[in-house]
């Protein structure tokens, strides 16, 4: 049987798809496509205060203390993000790449962002740089730290940055072992809808694998390459 698999958790590619199909195409149910791949945000690849609300499409949207605190870091966020390049994607992407991804998600640590961590980072970052920055939350989490086949052991007090690392490499590895069947996920989009990367194609499928009641299953060991 065919399977896609995020982090150490799978599904049969037909049951994947049928998900991601019925994701993409029924926006009366409230999935979030296609209010947050469409809100329009600043017109520029950086961060605005206008991108501070896309997060509320994914249910993850902001306090007005943490949106305040999100617009005093956003010069230091978008400094960081200036250096991750806008035309490359995680599957081939480089340890400098991969590295620069990461240095963004350190804001996170120096200094914390009241009321922001990576779920409502995530979100804003994704729509910048929809190729190379993964979406991110509890389910995805799961995914990749949670069972025997997950690739990012739990570490206590390990920094945002260098958790992003760890898992960056793994979503990499994800994405450049699997690209066609990626690719023919992002493909199920609607003609008239807005388009999506092989990331948020991931994105969704982490997000029904790793929710609380679980599909699929779980792998007894991480695919080579971990």
Not at 19 to 25: A, M, P
Not at 42 to 69: C, H, I, K, M
Request: proline share 9%; hydrophobic share 40%.
């Amino acid at each position: 049987m065919s399977v896609v698999r995020v982090g150490g958790r799978s599904w049969s590619s037909d049951e994947a798809s049928a998900f991601v199909k019925r994701y993409l195409t029924t926006p009366r149910e409230n999935w979030a496509y296609p209010a947050y791949d469409a809100y329009p945000g600043a017109p520029t690849d950086l961060v605005g205060p206008q991108d501070l609300f896309a997060p509320e499409l994914l249910n993850a949207g902001l306090s007005l203390r943490a949106y305040y605190a999100f617009l005093d870091a956003l010069e230091e966020v978008n400094e960081r993000l200036a250096h991750v390049p806008t035309a490359v994607d995680l599957a081939t992407a480089k340890p400098d790449d991969i590295a620069a991804v990461a240095h963004v998600i350190g804001v996170l640590d120096h200094p914390r962002i009241a009321g922001v961590k990576l779920t409502k980072l995530s979100k804003v970052l994704h729509r910048k740089r929809p190729r190379i920055f993964p979406l991110y939350d509890e389910h995805i989490r799961r995914c990749y730290q949670d069972g025997p086949g997950a690739p990012v052991p739990p570490a206590k007090d390990r920094l945002w940055e260098s958790f992003a690392t760890l898992w960056l490499e793994a979503v990499r590895v994800d994405l450049s072992t699997q690209t066609e069947r990626w690719e023919e996920l992002a493909a199920l989009t609607p003609a008239a809808g807005p388009s999506i990367t092989p990331l948020r194609a991931l994105d969704i499928v982490g997000w029904r694998l790793g929710g609380p009641f679980g599909v699929g299953s779980v792998a007894i060991e991480p695919p080579a390459g971990y």
